[in-house]
Every structure is written in structure tokens, then in C-alpha cells.
């Protein structure tokens, strides 16, 4: 998967385009070393086909393989953008322990980028307010362009 990927199958299922995110996610190597990005696409792809049956036993391919990777914070957010926010913070938390830069480099449909534009959970909130990463999240704000006013009002 090359990061153009990325952007594009986000890019279709925002926009509603389905079918073409699905032509992009159909041709996506896993033998190229992206393993597990390629799973999150084709798991955000699910939700948003509402497959969120289909979308739980890719994440699952994931979980089972969690023990050979740092791809923590990739299974976190395939749990946010299924609304299964206790485990997503759980893998969130699992993230900042093993310092996954994948943490702090949210690109999903919901646009999540920042916490205050997460939903509102008390364990998920948690998982995210860390001193290190409020820090990191404070530059992330700078470069939207965002202040903890503006930010929290969208």
C-alpha cells in the first residue's frame, strides 16, 4: 500500500464513494509489508459498507497478530471507527506503552485529530491524556491551524 492508497480509500468513503474505495482496497498488496494497514482499510471500508460483522473479524486478523508488531494504535482506531470505544482506548493505551507513532497520526473518515473531537468516553479520554501526548497533540493543533477554543467547538 503506498500512502496515496491511503488517502484515496479515505478520500472515496468520505465522499460516499464506495465502490471505488472498494476497486482501490481489491488491488492492495499483503505481501508488501503493510499488513496491517491494509486490514484497517479494508475494516473501515466494512463499516462503511455497514459490514460491522465483516469489519470485527478483520480486526480480529489484527488482534491475533498484535503480539508480532507495534501496530497497536492501527487496531485502536479500527475499534474507534467501529464504535467499540473501551477497546479502542485499551489498544490506545497498548500504543503509548510500546511508543507507536501511529498514535498520534489519525486519518480515518470520522477525522478524528485531535482528542477534544473524539467521543466523548471517559476511558478513551483517559487513553489519550498523557502528558507526552498533549504535547504532541498541541503541535498536531498548531499545524491544523486549531486552539483549544476552535478545536473544541467543532
Excluded: C, H
Excluded at 29 to 57: F, M, P, Q
Excluded at 69 to 96: D, H, P, Q, S, V
Aim: proline fraction near 3%; aromatic fraction near 10%; hydrophobic fraction near 40%.
Amino acid at each position: 500500500m503506498k500512502s496515496n492508497d491511503i488517502l484515496l480509500v479515505m478520500s472515496y468513503i468520505k465522499l460516499g464513494r464506495l465502490d471505488e474505495a472498494e476497486n482501490v482496497v481489491s488491488r492492495l498488496d499483503d505481501n508488501n509489508g503493510n499488513y496491517y494497514e491494509n486490514l484497517y482499510l479494508r475494516t473501515i471500508l466494512s463499516i462503511a459498507k455497514g459490514k460491522s460483522d465483516i469489519a470485527l473479524s478483520t480486526i480480529e486478523l489484527m488482534v491475533n497478530k498484535a503480539a508480532k508488531t507495534t501496530n497497536y494504535a492501527l487496531i485502536g482506531r479500527a475499534y474507534l471507527a467501529l464504535g467499540e470505544l473501551e477497546k479502542a482506548a485499551y489498544w490506545f493505551e497498548k500504543a503509548f506503552e510500546n511508543r507507536d507513532w501511529g498514535l498520534i497520526s489519525f486519518s480515518n473518515p470520522g477525522g478524528f485529530t485531535v482528542p477534544e473531537n473524539f467521543p466523548d468516553d471517559p476511558a478513551l479520554q483517559a487513553a489519550l491524556d498523557k502528558p507526552e501526548l498533549n504535547a504532541l497533540f498541541e503541535i498536531r493543533r498548531k499545524n491544523l491551524g486549531l486552539t483549544n477554543e476552535s478545536s473544541q467547538e467543532k
